[in-house]
């Protein structure tokens, strides 16, 4: 079993930059592809970014340009820089990650979410 651990959320104005940070721990050899979701009060969960092991990375249109994944092996942690924030990307920002002896697509292993609030 993996556990993911996010942190770095807050409150931050809109133009204003956060990172948030997702440490695994567990059974980590397993982890493949890592990734950021995002909920909005009353909106479904949306996709924001994914990292794969061998660090290619996929953006939902909305935060191209503006977020960066990135992800550190040796400490199995995946990091998400986010700028030029707006009010429309507050929402609670889930970590998740996909075992790599899967054939599945679905993430298996989810984080508690972190709470990042733009306020304009």
């Known amino acids: 079993q993996v556990r993911l651990v996010e942190s770095g959320g807050g409150l931050v104005q809109a133009g204003g930059s956060l990172r948030l940070s997702c440490a695994a721990s567990g059974s980590t050899f397993s982890v493949g592809t890592m990734g950021w979701y995002r909920q909005a009060p009353g909106k479904q969960r949306e996709l924001v970014a994914t990292i794969s092991s061998g660090g290619d990375t996929n953006y939902a249109d909305p935060v191209k340009g503006r977020f960066t994944i990135s992800r550190d092996n040796a400490k199995n942690t995946v990091y998400l820089q986010m700028s030029s924030l707006k009010p429309e990307d507050t929402a609670v920002y889930y970590c998740?990650?996909?075992?790599?002896?899967?054939?599945?697509?679905?993430?298996?292993?989810w984080g508690q979410g972190t709470q990042v609030t733009v306020s304009s």
């Open positions: 998740c990650a996909r075992n790599r002896y899967l054939s599945s697509l679905e993430f298996q292993n």
